[in-house]
């Protein structure tokens, strides 16, 4: 048995050893000084190993252990409201966390059979999305844009929503600022989320290493949820930073560089993160012996791009993986369209058999209104005197726009939703001008929180739609 070695090289993070003979991929590795590492490529004559401590106590020569065990990190209930490193250790507890249970960080993806189509709906509060851009439990949504358009405040929103409905949700936050994760936590805890979300960080000054294993502690942490049958979100922000910090791990170990300097395996490195949130069936929940409800592992990546490009590598590789991407457009952002989602670019792939009839019947119009109003728009340009159907045209279409505006943290329940799509399916927003389309759009939620419809409506009712009507008639009524 060859179960030893000896460091030859020390890299920025990686070390390349001599020996370790029976030393399998991802297997954890022990130095001399108790620093721990995980296989990253086995090499004819040597191993490449990456360092999750410190690496400047490592020197050549100083001797390494397989220890025949892939890296674990904890798992388990006693992990909601804490936030972790990439290892799985509490950064915001001063005692040691009690763990009854470590799971490994790379798992095989539950195939064909063990899974089941995505049928139930995911809320998240934001009106455009829930509207047009379905999401059903079990779905991986991209969630893609330039710098500063909101896609932070989106996924927030969406873990905002997640409150009393028993969804567990998971951020990881991958090379970000650290004045960005305190903001995060802050709004998370303002907002009393705490309670059922966990906080995985590995940020712009920890190690590429832990970067890079970020994402998939995080997952493990989901799947463990998930294979209780429950349900549970995860978030990663964002995948771009993550896909530089393997190829900064590549480049350093000479791997050769393919397309934008990535390695050839950059596409691997996201599909076997993002395939293994799934919607699990009974089959899959027997083998664990778990004989609750069906549980579901919902993903939404996020990606930053270039200039709006998603046609280079990492965008296209990743909205190729995902089951449709909300696409956040810098200039609707500074023209204060806020959520900036561009409707033509955005789609949800599954989450339309997921959603509730009535809101499908009439968002499908809105959509169709929202397309030929970005066609005029655009048409309208060249032309300065247009016929007065045309004009009509353009001024409801802004009108909806004004409509779909939401400011941050402002979540909308279902029937909030429907008041909103019944304003525009019965034209009772033709009459008001463009001007206080916002205002009205505020008094009448502020109207209908007040009386507490949701509470006594529910959304699958078959009258649903003429309760609704009555509401915004009466409140018309009382507001002239
Ligand atoms: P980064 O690329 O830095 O990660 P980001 O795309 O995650 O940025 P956010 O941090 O979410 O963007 O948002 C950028 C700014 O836009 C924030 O100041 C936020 O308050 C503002 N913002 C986001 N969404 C909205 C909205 N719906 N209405 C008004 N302001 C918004
Ligand atoms: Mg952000």
Partial sequence: MNNYGFINKVYDGVVEIIGLKNAKYGEMIIFENYEKGIVFSLNKNSVNIVLLNNFENLKQGQKCFCTNKVFEVPVGEELIGK?????????????????????????????????????????????????MIPIGKGQRELIIGDRQTGKTTIALDII?????????????????????????????KKHNCLEYTIIVSATASDSAAEQYIAPYTGCTIGEYFRDLGKDCLIIYDDLTKHAWSYRQISLLLKRPPGREAYPGD????????????????????????????????????IIETLEGDVTSFIPTNVISITDGQIFLDTSL??????????????????????????????SGDIRIMLAQYRELESFSKFSSDLDSETKNQLQNGEKITLLMKQKPHNNYSIIELLII????????????????????????????????????????????????????????????
């Fill in 333 to 362: 952002f500074n023209s204060n369209i806020r959520p900036a989602i561009n409707v033509g670019l955005s789609v949800s792939r599954v989450g339309g058999a997921a959603q509730y009839k009535i809101i499908k019947k009439l």
């Fill in 421 to 480: 799509l019944l304003i525009i399916k019965n034209d009772f927003f033709i009459k008001i001008p463009v001007n206080q389309i916002e205002y009205f759009e505020e008094k009448i939620i502020q109207y209908v929180r007040n009386i507490n419809i949701s509470d006594y409506i529910s959304i699958n009712n078959n009258n649903i739609e003429y309760y609704i009507n009555e509401i915004i008639n009466n409140f018309i009524i009382k507001s002239i």
């Fill in 266 to 301: 950059v596409f691997y490195l996201h599909s076997r993160l993002l395939e293994r949130s799934s919607k699990v069936n009974n089959l899959f929940l027997k083998k664990k012996n778990v004989f609750k409800k069906n549980g579901t592992l919902t993903a939404f990546p």
């Fill in 160 to 188: 905002i929503n997640q409150k009393n409905k028993n969804v567990i949700c998971i951020y990881v936050c991958i090379g970000q600022k650290i004045s960005s994760l305190i903001n995060v936590v802050n709004k998370l």
């Fill in 83 to 131: 936030i972790l490193n990439s290892k799985g250790e509490c950064l915001n507890i001063k005692q040691k966390l009690k763990i009854k249970k470590k799971d490994i960080i790379e798992k095989i993806a539950p195939g064909v059979m063990d899974r089941e189509s995505v049928n139930e709906p995911l809320l998240t509060g934001i009106k455009a999305i829930d509207a």
